[in-house]
């Protein structure tokens, strides 16, 4: 069984859109699980409409701990619930027809721990464009199917409190923790880059929070790597180096930096 990972938090039109998307797989053997963050807007309501459509399971959040918080507790739910795979996707992007079905097939056949394609970006005033899976797949969640076992006996978890970049941890702890990988030739996924969400700030405000949380997702990731796999800790050093100019901006502003 295959399961489908939402962290959502308001904007219930866009939800109800990537729900759809879900409705018009060609795969129809799917479990959906929706967390909802903590929402101010009714998101339940919602999930109520697809309930004769999908087998969707609605969870939410306590306190709104974030987008990596939220998934955290998605895996957990299927790992409970003894699902095989596992995929996300973002509550205001879509997947495309042939995705589920794709994917499924791909890290069966291929016995990997996961599979990467590339990410269709849908920009709103501008041309779209492809990121290719080798680019994508150090970075963005978008477009990827996961073994539930291969996250959960290597402890590959999201990092906790951010609001963005909580990406790049997980991307890098599931890049090194395994060599069963694969990258698709076609995208299946649709990101629908222009959203209103703490990643699409603009100003000040923006850099202070993606600056920091730069630094944590990265100083998570090379803390699992460095726990976990020493010997490849070489392999960061571009990381760490790109992250100094994040470091550096933290430290003017005087916001919090990692201690250990």
């Given at each position: 069984?295959?399961?489908?990972?939402?962290?959502a938090?308001?904007?219930p039109?866009?939800?109800?859109?990537?729900?759809?998307?879900?409705?018009m797989?060609?795969?129809?053997?799917f479990?959906?699980?929706?967390v909802?963050d903590?929402?101010?807007e009714?998101?339940?309501?919602?999930?109520d409409?697809f309930?004769q459509k999908?087998?969707?399971?609605y969870?939410?959040?306590?306190?709104?701990?974030?987008p990596?918080?939220?998934?955290?507790?998605?895996?957990?739910a299927?790992?409970?619930?003894?699902?095989?795979?596992?995929t996300f996707?973002?509550?205001?992007?879509?997947?495309?027809?042939?995705?589920?079905?794709?994917?499924?097939?791909?890290?069966?056949h291929r016995?990997?721990?996961?599979?990467?394609?590339?990410?269709?970006?849908?920009?709103?005033?501008?041309?779209?464009f492809?990121?290719?899976?080798?680019?994508?797949?150090?970075?963005?969640?978008?477009?990827?199917?996961?073994?539930?076992?291969?996250l959960?006996e290597?402890?590959?978890?999201?990092?906790?409190g951010?609001r963005?970049?909580?990406?790049i941890?997980?991307?890098?702890?599931?890049?090194?923790s395994?060599?069963?990988?694969?990258?698709?030739?076609?995208?299946v996924?649709?990101w629908?880059?222009?959203?209103?969400?703490?990643?699409?700030?603009?100003?000040?405000?923006?850099?202070?929070?993606?600056s920091l949380?730069?630094?944590?997702?990265?100083?998570d990731?090379?803390k699992?790597?460095?726990?976990?796999?020493?010997q490849k800790?070489?392999?960061?050093f571009p990381?760490?180096?790109?992250?100094?100019?994040y470091?550096?901006?933290?430290?003017a502003?005087?916001?919090?930096?990692?201690?250990?």
């Amino acid at each position: 069984m295959l399961a489908v990972i939402i962290p959502a938090y308001n904007r219930p039109e866009c939800l109800r859109e990537s729900l759809n998307s879900l409705t018009m797989q060609t795969m129809k053997m799917f479990m959906t699980i929706v967390v909802d963050d903590c929402s101010q807007e009714d998101l339940k309501s919602v999930c109520d409409e697809f309930t004769q459509k999908l087998k969707l399971t609605y969870l939410r959040q306590p306190i709104n701990g974030g987008p990596g918080m939220a998934r955290q507790r998605g895996i957990e739910a299927a790992a409970r619930a003894h699902i095989e795979f596992i995929t996300f996707l973002d509550s205001d992007d879509l997947l495309m027809p042939h995705a589920l079905e794709r994917l499924k097939y791909e890290i069966a056949h291929r016995n990997d721990d996961y599979v990467v394609s590339p990410i269709s970006v849908e920009q709103k005033h501008s041309t779209g464009f492809v990121l290719n899976g080798e680019e994508a797949s150090k970075v963005w969640l978008h477009g990827k199917i996961f073994r539930t076992s291969f996250l959960i006996e290597n402890g590959i978890r999201f990092p906790e409190g951010l609001r963005g970049n909580e990406d790049i941890a997980f991307c890098v702890k599931c890049f090194f923790s395994t060599q069963k990988k694969s990258i698709l030739e076609q995208p299946v996924y649709l990101w629908r880059a222009e959203k209103s969400s703490i990643t699409r700030m603009k100003g000040e405000a923006r850099d202070n929070v993606l600056s920091l949380d730069y630094i944590r997702a990265s100083y998570d990731a090379i803390k699992y790597v460095q726990e976990k796999f020493p010997q490849k800790l070489v392999q960061l050093f571009p990381r760490v180096f790109f992250i100094y100019n994040y470091y550096q901006t933290a430290l003017a502003k005087e916001m919090p930096i990692p201690s250990e």
